[in-house]
C-alpha cells in the first residue's frame, strides 16, 4: 500500500519543458522543421526504446555513450532493450528494415525527439535530453556533405546563433587502419602517463584519445600523427573539395584534425557546430558522414550522412523574433457581450494565435490577465462598444488604443 506523501521529483538530469522554454522549444521545431522540409526532408519517428543490439553494432561497444551511459533493462519478455542515445541507429534501423537498401535512390528524413544518456549532469549536460537531426540516405557526393552544413548554417542563422564550425575527415577502412596502428605507437610511448580513461581507450578506441578533455593528455598529444596527413587519395580529394565548396559559398570553418566524435560510425567528413556562449558543453550540433552503418545493421552498402542539433543548449542561444510572436486577447466588459466575443475569437483564431477569456471583468484586470499569459494584444467588448459596431485594442508593447470598427478587426 502506498502511505508515503514525500513528493515525488524528476529525476535527476530530466527536466520538465514548460512556459517560457516550452515556447521557445515549439518555436524552434516549427521553424527548424520548415527548413529541413525546404531541403526535401520528410517527417520520421522512430520508437524510444530499441533493441539494445542496435546501439552496439551503430555507436559502437567501445564507445562510452554504450560502454557507460545507456538506460538499459530486459523487459518483461527477456528482450534486452534499452532507450535511445541517440536518433540515427532508428533511422538506420527502419532503413533496412524497409529494404530500402536493396531498393536504392535517396531517402532523407528529420525527426525531433528525447535522447537518454546516464551521464554525469551538468549545465547543458542533462540525462534526457532533445535533439533535431537530418539523416540522408543513398548521396555519396561531397556536394552533400556541404548541403548538410548549409542546412545547419540555416537553421542556426534564422536564430541568429553565432557559431564556430570545426571539421575534420576521419578516413575510410582503407586509411583509418594505418593511421590507428600510427597513432597507437606513437601513443605506446607514453601510455603509462596518460589518464586512466585514455589508457584503457589506447586499446579499445585509440582516436578518442585524441579529443580526451584532460590539459596533461592534451600536451602529451601536441605531437601525435594526424589523420588528415594519413588520408588516402579519395578521403584526401573529398575533403580538399569538400574545403572549397564551403570556401566558394563563403562558409568560415576550423580544421580540427582532433575532432573524433564520440560514435564509432563516422567515416570521412565529421563535424561540430560549437558556441562560445553557453560554457563548457559547448558543441551545439555535430554529425558526419556514416558510409558504412547500413551494412553494420545488416544491410546493402549504402552512403549516409547526417546530424542532430542538441535543442536544451541551443535554446540558451534562442529569442523569439518579436514581430513573429502575436499573441491576441478577447475579453468582455459584460456577459451579454460573451456571445460576440466568442464568434470574434473564433474567426481571428484561423490566422492569430487567440486566448479568450469568459469573465467579464474591468479594463485593468484584462490587462492584468493578458500580460500573465504573454498576450500582446488586447481586444476588450462590451454593451457600449457592440452598440457602436466597435472593439477596443491595446497594444500591450506599445502601449497604443484604438477603437476598430468590428468588420475590420
Ligand atoms: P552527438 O554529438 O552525440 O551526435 O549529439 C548531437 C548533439 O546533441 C550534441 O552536439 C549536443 O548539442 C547534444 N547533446 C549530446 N549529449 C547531450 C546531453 N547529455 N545533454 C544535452 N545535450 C546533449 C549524435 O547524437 C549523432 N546521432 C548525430 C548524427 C546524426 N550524426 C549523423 N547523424
Not at 550522412?305 to 466588459?333: C, D, N, S
Request: proline residues 2%.
Amino acid at each position: 500500500m502506498l502511505n508515503s506523501t514525500k513528493t515525488i521529483q524528476s529525476l535527476r538530469g530530466m527536466k520538465d519543458i514548460v512556459g517560457s522554454e516550452s515556447e521557445l522549444f515549439t518555436y524552434f521545431i516549427e521553424n527548424a522543421s520548415k527548413i529541413a522540409q525546404k531541403y526535401g526532408f520528410s517527417y520520421i519517428e522512430t520508437p524510444l526504446l530499441e533493441e539494445t543490439a542496435l546501439f552496439k553494432r551503430s555507436v559502437g561497444e567501445s564507445s562510452d555513450i554504450v560502454n557507460k551511459e545507456m538506460y538499459q533493462f530486459i523487459d518483461k519478455g527477456e528482450n534486452d532493450v534499452c532507450l535511445r542515445p541517440e536518433g540515427t541507429a532508428g533511422v538506420v534501423r527502419h532503413f533496412v528494415e524497409k529494404k530500402l537498401d536493396r531498393a536504392g535512390g535517396t531517402y532523407k528524413w528529420y525527426y525531433y525527439g528525447p535522447m537518454f544518456r546516464y551521464e554525469r549532469p551538468q549545465k547543458g549536460r542533462l540525462r534526457e535530453f532533445h535533439q533535431f537531426g537530418c539523416e540522408v540516405f543513398g548521396i555519396a557526393n561531397v556536394y552533400e556533405d556541404a548541403n548538410i552544413i548549409m542546412l545547419i548554417r540555416e537553421i542556426l542563422e534564422y536564430f541568429d546563433i553565432g557559431f564556430t564550425l570545426k571539421l575534420n575527415s576521419l578516413g575510410c577502412v582503407l586509411c583509418m587502419p594505418q593511421y590507428k596502428n600510427n597513432l597507437v605507437n606513437h601513443l605506446n610511448s607514453f601510455k603509462s602517463e596518460l589518464c586512466e580513461d585514455c589508457n584503457r581507450r589506447v586499446d579499445t578506441n585509440p582516436i578518442r584519445v585524441l579529443d580526451c578533455k584532460n590539459e596533461k593528455c592534451q600536451t602529451l598529444l601536441k605531437d601525435a600523427p594526424k589523420i588528415t596527413n594519413s588520408l588516402c587519395s579519395s578521403c584526401n580529394s573529398d575533403f580538399e573539395k569538400l574545403k572549397e565548396i564551403l570556401d566558394f559559398n563563403k562558409i568560415n570553418y576550423e580544421i580540427d584534425s582532433n575532432l573524433v566524435r564520440g560514435l564509432d560510425y563516422y567515416n570521412k567528413t565529421a563535424f561540430e557546430f560549437v558556441s562560445n556562449e553557453i560554457g563548457a558543453q559547448s558543441a551545439i550540433a555535430g554529425g558526419g558522414r556514416y558510409d558504412r552503418l547500413v551494412e553494420f545493421l545488416g544491410g546493402k552498402s549504402t552512403a549516409g550522412i547526417g546530424f542532430a542539433i542538441g535543442i536544451e543548449r541551443l535554446l540558451e542561444l534562442v529569442k523569439i523574433k518579436k514581430e513573429e510572436k502575436e499573441f491576441l486577447y478577447i475579453g468582455v466588459l459584460d456577459e451579454i457581450s460573451l456571445n460576440k466575443a466568442f464568434e470574434i475569437a473564433i474567426k481571428k483564431r484561423k490566422t492569430t494565435k487567440t486566448y479568450i477569456e469568459y469573465t467579464p471583468r474591468g479594463f485593468a484586470k484584462h490587462f492584468g490577465i493578458a500580460q500573465k499569459l504573454g498576450c500582446n494584444i488586447v481586444a476588450l467588448i462590451g454593451e457600449k462598444e457592440l452598440e457602436n459596431g466597435i472593439i477596443y485594442t491595446k497594444n500591450l508593447n506599445t502601449k497604443e488604443e484604438n477603437n476598430i470598427i468590428l468588420e475590420d478587426f
